[in-house]
């Protein structure tokens, strides 16, 4: 097993990415990638690896979904008392890395987080099926549960909101990344990559080539 894995590889020869050709806002650039992947029909195109960091500086990665790209930030939503939203209460630096092989691209972000403001919480999450606003009504997302009892828990929600507004849980609501660093990645040829670096030094993006 551990050969035919060691032999496994893929050749980028897709695209390049120079300096001539992004927009000098991150934010622009990151917009233009994410119109790209979902025109390429790239399966969850907004699906993103997100990193946290425990008290004691453990890093902890899971798959979550992009909801919102504005001028200042990139949103998604959770539940505040997950080990997520723990973690970010202590510890507001995080980062998100995009991977979309169709078009041989990554990105890198970084920054600090914060709550969206509730009533932007409240609107996105009536604007979700009804069956994922039950779903995060009953969760107590990351702790332990059987199944049976989630399946119980929601039976009894479904009963209760049969014919009512689902409210929004006082621990769910929405996050933005502000980011202060971005990693455009573009694969090439013999693992000579394109990887163009944008950092914020008071309040300016600088642009830099690194080695891949």
């Given at each position: 097993?551990?050969?035919i894995i060691?032999?496994?590889?893929?050749?980028y020869?897709?695209?390049?990415?120079?300096?001539?050709?992004?927009?000098?806002?991150?934010?622009?650039?990151?917009?233009?990638?994410?119109?790209?992947?979902?025109?390429?029909?790239a399966?969850?195109?907004?699906?993103m690896?997100?990193?946290?960091v425990?008290?004691?500086?453990?890093?902890s990665?899971?798959?979550?979904l992009?909801?919102?790209?504005?001028?200042?930030?990139?949103?998604?939503y959770?539940?505040y008392?997950?080990?997520?939203g723990r973690?970010?209460?202590?510890?507001?630096?995080?980062?998100?890395?995009?991977?979309?092989?169709?078009?041989?691209?990554?990105?890198?972000?970084?920054?600090r987080?914060?709550?969206?403001?509730q009533?932007?919480?409240?609107?996105?999450?009536?604007?979700?099926?009804?069956?994922?606003?039950i779903?995060?009504?009953?969760s107590?997302?990351?702790?332990?549960?059987?199944r049976e009892?989630?399946?119980?828990?929601?039976?009894?929600?479904?009963?209760?909101f049969?014919?009512?507004e689902?409210?929004?849980?006082?621990?769910?609501?929405?996050?933005?990344?502000?980011?202060?660093y971005?990693?455009f990645?573009?694969g090439?040829?013999?693992r000579?990559h394109?990887?163009?670096?944008?950092?914020?030094?008071?309040?300016?993006?600088?642009?830099k080539?690194?080695?891949?």
């Amino acid at each position: 097993m551990n050969k035919i894995i060691s032999d496994l590889r893929s050749e980028y020869k897709r695209q390049e990415l120079l300096e001539k050709d992004v927009y000098k806002d991150p934010l622009l650039q990151f917009k233009k990638w994410m119109d790209e992947a979902i025109e390429a029909q790239a399966p969850e195109p907004t699906a993103m690896n997100f990193c946290t960091v425990s008290d004691e500086g453990k890093p902890s990665a899971r798959i979550v979904l992009l909801k919102g790209i504005s001028d200042v930030g990139l949103s998604f939503y959770t539940n505040y008392n997950s080990k997520k939203g723990r973690e970010l209460q202590n510890n507001p630096n995080a980062a998100m890395t995009f991977f979309w092989p169709e078009l041989e691209r990554q990105v890198r972000i970084e920054g600090r987080v914060k709550r969206i403001d509730q009533k932007t919480s409240e609107t996105y999450f009536h604007s979700r099926p009804k069956g994922s606003q039950i779903g995060a009504y009953i969760s107590p997302q990351s702790e332990e549960i059987s199944r049976e009892l989630l399946q119980q828990l929601k039976e009894e929600a479904e009963k209760t909101f049969e014919n009512k507004e689902v409210p929004k849980p006082e621990h769910w609501g929405g996050y933005e990344l502000k980011p202060d660093y971005f990693e455009f990645w573009q694969g090439r040829p013999n693992r000579l990559h394109d990887r163009l670096v944008f950092e914020k030094k008071e309040n300016n993006w600088l642009i830099k080539r690194i080695a891949p």
